[in-house]
């Protein structure tokens, strides 16, 4: 099997080392750290099991590939998920 690369512009690898320093999210540092080693030639594989400072599964490491290259830095920040799928505003309504 193939493995897997990330190629980085300049200022891509400026992005997530900037990311990956002074983030105040704990899980985007994670995400930008696993990114760049990737970019230096490590395997997601190996990232995911031994690199990184918590154990993931490769696939979820993987996502975090997917999403970079599909949406850059944006597609890593989680979005706010509403509860149960209602907007407050839409739940006072129906009272």
């Not at 400026?14 to 105040?24: C, S, V």
């Not at 490769?58 to 949406?71: E, I, L, R, S």
């Amino acid at each position: 099997m193939r493995r897997r690369a990330l190629f980085l512009t300049a200022e891509r690898r400026a992005d997530l080392e900037r990311t990956r320093d002074r983030d105040h999210r704990a899980y985007l540092r994670e995400c930008a750290a696993a990114l760049l080693k990737i970019a230096d030639g490590q395997s997601a594989h190996h990232v995911a099991r031994h690199s990184l400072n918590k154990c993931h599964k490769p696939a979820t490491v993987y996502g975090w590939m997917n999403k970079y290259q599909q949406q850059g830095l944006a597609g890593l920040i989680h979005q706010a998920r509403g509860h149960r799928g209602f907007s407050p505003s839409a739940r006072r309504r129906d009272h």
